[in-house]
């Protein structure tokens, strides 16, 4: 059996395209590709706001001058598309966003009362990879993440990783994906590779081991796969190919607050240093949706399919019939496709199986005679026939189930 090959079923089911005049590893989304992506990041914001984010914005460049005080710009300049302005000022598309973030907690004074500060917001990254080393979602130019950072003093730490932790568990419980977490630490024996002390890494490694034996977890201790500023809880997962992916992270930093001198003013009315978790739920939404896409071979669940009904009408006599079923279903919010083409129902039926269509709605004159439609699920189940209101309320409690 062919293994599922998220570039091909990207194009059978018309999700998105590459185009040589825009550029390798830059992929363009179409509306169903589209509704998928706003899905999945809708369901992380949803998440996240029940936690207390606050949703922020930035933009796509930024002098160079904010990532050499971060550190990005000795790390990572070969991989910065460079950009000189007419004045002769050096920009960058923005590889990463927690600098961002940095100047806007930093543009006003807080009090320990308002902390922490959780900002969350999907953007886009950019990194020059060398086409040899782009490969369809799964390695890109234009990177879509759902990144977050918060900024907390050091007693807050441990809820703050557990919110996101929480999180994180109930998005991929929702999609049928078991996590394994793994602690990923800095390597003592290539310190060029790290900003900050040693004393500054025990103390942000100590930290994360604590969170787990809180979780009740044994996780594997894993040296060199710290982020630069700070280890990370990392949460990997099984596909239904059986293949291993890293899927979410949490990541502590020490690093940065210090580079930026961030504060907050205690209850002595002193400065104190904090600290910042940067976490992504999905990462890069372009990676998550190769790997779901792959997972599911393409038959996403209900809550998440581009299309969730496709209306068949038998024939032309009953267009009209078939028109005021799409009226209901556009007042209840149910994505749908209307397959009014002058071909046979055995065709239109075969057309809505290729896309993966969860339900076909089948109209005849039976069924308009008696006000009701013929469910079918995907698969071939045959559900009998139903009124409008009643496959409306199916539809819309297993929507909100988000069951598999």
Known sequence: MEKPDHKKLGQELDLFCFSE????????????GTVIRNLLDTFVWELRQRQGYQMVDIPHITKKDLYIKSGHWDKFKDELFHIKTREGHEFALKPMNCPHHIQIFDRKPHSWREMPQRYAG??????????????????????????????????????????VWDIIDIFYKTIGFKLTVRLSFHDPKQKEKYLGTAEMWKFAEDQLREIAKEKGIDAEEVLGEAAFYGPKIDFTAKDSLGREWQVATIQLDINMPERFDLVCINEKGEKERIVMVHSAILGSIERSLAVLLEHFNGAFPLWLASVQVAILPISDKIINYANKIAEELTEAGIRFELYEKNETIGKKIREAETQKIPYLAIVGAKEEENKTVAIRKRGGEDLGAMNVEDFVSKLKKEIESKSL
């Open 21 to 32: 005049l825009v550029g390798s590893g830059l992929p363009l989304w179409t509306p169903k």
């Open 122 to 163: 999907t953007t886009k990254m950019y990194r020059d990879e060398q086409t040899g080393e782009l490969n369809g979602l799964a390695r890109v130019r234009a990177i879509t993440i759902d990144d977050a950072h918060v900024f907390c003093r050091q007693n807050q730490i441990k809820k703050e990783f557990a919110t």
